[in-house]
């Protein structure tokens, strides 16, 4: 037991302040959660992490508006690479098929970095191996060394697998997880259900493209959010956004995407001038468009701390 002091309100509005001795009675209780929020309070250094609105609105649209330019400069590059290269197997199968290959190598080098593999990068890199037979076996058919292929159905266990990736980390999501991670999650569900829409449909083309916009955006996202980071694990996720560009520029290709400019995107006139602006001029625009969307993205994507107390 111990004695501790009660003020209490009367009817007639005056305090009325009480010492008595109680054992474990509802001050104590009140007093000691106070105290640990106090202390988790302090723990915390008395501060959360916002998001930094105001710069995401102005910093997004640069990005939308580099990225706008990048595009027809990228169409333009796959349209030169597609005309001077000679195959079996086709510039769409190959890119796919080195999409997924930088998918594990990337992920590999991530896990590798962890204590123990948790069961979402064993599915995802599961997944990964998957898609390598699957688009490998593609390139074997194509170059005759085997008569048939692995079943597009394949795409629909990657799915599988990969939406069990993704659901453990949106499980484990939070109001505290920062919205650029929270959106990575978010296109890598969609991403998956796309891939599992493309095994049951025998190959939809427009499912797979899908597919890989949404892993190359879930992954740029992720790469946004390990900026100054330790630098192995910025190689191995930026192999995942090579990984995944790859495939998208396989699907583009194979839709024939790449055979004019999306003058809806930037107007006729400036896509026809970046588009047949020649290779050079081309990866200079990109890798510029790359540098700048990159730093936006960055800054657009930074959280800072705000005191509570």
Not at 71 to 93: K, R
Not at 181 to 201: D, E, F, N, P, W
Request: hydrophobic share 45%; with cysteine.
């Amino acid at each position: 037991s111990s004695s501790h002091t009660c003020v209490s309100a009367s009817s007639a509005g005056t305090t009325q302040t009480q010492t008595h001795r109680c054992c474990n009675g509802p001050c104590i209780r009140l007093a000691a959660r106070g105290r640990a929020v106090a202390s988790a309070l302090e723990s915390l250094g008395y501060s959360v992490r916002t998001t930094n609105m105001s710069e995401a609105t102005v910093l997004l649209p640069v990005v939308a508006t580099v990225g706008s330019l990048a595009v027809p400069c990228i169409l333009g590059l796959l349209a030169a690479l597609d005309e001077s290269y000679e195959g079996p197997p086709s510039l769409p199968a190959l890119f796919k098929f080195l999409g997924p290959c930088c998918l594990f190598t990337g992920h590999a080098i991530l896990t590798a970095r962890k204590p123990a593999a948790a069961r979402g990068d064993k599915t995802y890199l599961a997944s990964a191996v998957l898609l390598c037979a699957l688009f490998g076996g593609g390139c074997l058919k194509a170059m005759g060394h085997i008569t048939a292929g692995p079943p597009v159905a394949l795409a629909g266990a990657c799915g599988l697998l990969f939406g069990v990736t993704f659901a453990d980390l949106a499980s484990s999501a939070s109001r505290k997880t920062r919205l650029v991670v929270r959106l990575a999650i978010s296109c890598g569900c969609c991403g998956s259900s796309c891939l599992i829409a493309v095994g049951a449909t025998g190959g939809w083309a427009a499912a797979a493209l899908g597919a890989s916009v949404a892993f190359s955006v879930a992954n740029s996202a992720v790469f946004v959010s390990m900026h100054g980071g330790p630098l192995g694990a910025r190689v191995g996720q930026a192999l995942k956004v090579m990984g995944s560009l790859c495939l998208l520029s396989g699907n583009a290709i194979g839709l024939g995407l790449h055979s004019e400019p999306p003058a809806g995107v930037v107007g006729g006139a400036v896509a026809d001038a970046l588009y047949g602006a020649g290779a050079l001029n081309q990866a200079v625009v990109v890798a510029c468009g790359l540098a700048v969307g990159y730093g936006a993205a960055v800054v657009a994507a930074s959280e800072k701390k705000t005191k509570t107390a």
